[in-house]
């Protein structure tokens, strides 16, 4: 069963001196939105899209990690990918795929039991089109997670995955 747990920051704004301030500061934030596999997909099963945040104000994504509870070690043949994509609230009927992380390298794309592999690089980051302005989101966009198995596949790992937002303007 895969789930989005929010993870939100705490901020004390007590030395704000106006409602513009107390915005002004919230703008500064980063936070995070988790979402979780609690159980393995087996090896030809895959993992429907499913929301993993819903943005509730203009922010940019600036980091995603893959966070496995078992080790991950890439297969040429038989491979699962991980695909983070954007829904915007404007056109939700068509995905942005932003990060494409295909496990099919050894090596290369091998991930470490409870370790993280940092997905917000440009290796695993979808070409040229999800570039700059694609990982900019409006209010109400989503981030979704889906997983897919090529061939015979692989199992996917009892996992989460966070997602790292930033405030902007």
Known sequence: MARSIPTECAVSLLGASSPAAEQASRKLM???????????????????????????QKSRL??????????????ATNFFTLLIDKRTAAVPGTPVNLISYVADTPTTDDAA??????????????GAVAAGADFDLEEGDVVTVEVTKAAAGMTFPIASVQLVFEARD
């Open 30 to 56: 980063r936070w995070t939105q988790e979402w979780r596999s609690d159980t393995a997909a087996a090896t030809t099963t895959a993992i429907a899209e499913q929301v993993a945040a819903r943005v509730k």
């Open 62 to 75: 600036i980091g995603v990690l893959f966070l496995p509870a078992a080790a991950v070690t890439g297969a």
């Open 113 to 126: 039991a409870f370790g993280s592999k940092d997905l917000y690089v440009t290796t695993y980051i979808a």
